[in-house]
């Protein structure tokens, strides 16, 4: 039907999603070979990880923004609530926490010298213990 959004119930409609999520991981891949360029430039990589990785996120959802499905705000900054995982014993900390936590992270990536344990701790608290941006586009399992 016309004008019914269905991304669960309708092929097409989740076609589409799946398609603006191809395209939103390629443009991150992209904005993240810019930041790996700075690093092997010689720029600190926990402080490029601190300016870029807001730049990784707004472009993964820049497609659902052109697609009007998300607003430019929407994007802005970390979440503002508390994220749950689905059958998980894990939760992450709350929004203010994120907040807090944060700085102590690009601090601690910053002056680690040890280019996997720096992986570990992007990886790990970025993504997975952390959840600094709210769950979008079925990154629940991210």
Known sequence: ??????????KQD??????MAARGYYLAFESVKKSIKKVFAGQNPGRTADEDHGEWYRQMF???VTAGILKPSDLAGYRNGQVFISQS???????????DVMPVLFDMLQNESEPSV???????????????????????DF
């Open 1 to 10: 039907m016309h004008g019914q959004w269905d991304p669960v119930g309708n």
């Open 14 to 19: 989740k076609s589409h999603i799946d398609a």
């Open 62 to 64: 820049a497609p659902s």
């Open 89 to 99: 014993a894990h939760i992450p900390v709350s929004a203010q926490g994120v907040r």
């Open 118 to 140: 720096r992986a570990v701790l992007g990886h790990l608290y970025l993504c997975i213990f952390t959840r600094i941006w709210m769950e979008m586009a079925g990154l629940e």
